[in-house]
């Protein structure tokens, strides 16, 4: 299950679900019962750009949960958009905020990068 339907996160992880034979349900934010959905899921994609929005009650047990979202807290610290801490216990593996997907973000951006550089310079 994919949430956030972004141009940048959600429909190009969609995509890259349904090419490896993946069901993949797509919901937003404004979702109505959100949880109904995502607690039937196996894999948890969330991009949604609000903080804490998931929270271990939504999650299936032994889920996957791929937290996308990056946010500021008032106090300043980075958060997801999932509650890591309700969700750590029920998920059966996390990505944590900060520190999960976004070295493999940034990684990915300068290979991208230097690729485009190369097809230019030649």
Known sequence: MV???SNIVGKP??????QKNAT???CTSKTVDLAKFTRDADI????TG????ITGDMIKP?????????NRMDNGKLCGDVDFDSAKEVAGCI?????????????MLVA????AAERTAK
Request: charged share 10%; no cysteine; net charge positive.
């Open 13 to 18: 992880m969609a995509a890259m679900l349904l």
């Open 50 to 53: 609000k903080a804490k929005m």
């Open 62 to 70: 032994g889920a996957a949960v791929i937290d996308v979202g990056i």
């Open 3 to 5: 949430i956030g339907r």
């Open 24 to 26: 993949v349900t797509i």
């Open 95 to 107: 990505t944590p905020v900060p520190g999960g997907v976004g070295p493999m973000t940034i990684t």
């Open 44 to 47: 948890l994609v969330v991009a």
């Open 112 to 115: 991208n990068t230097v690729q």
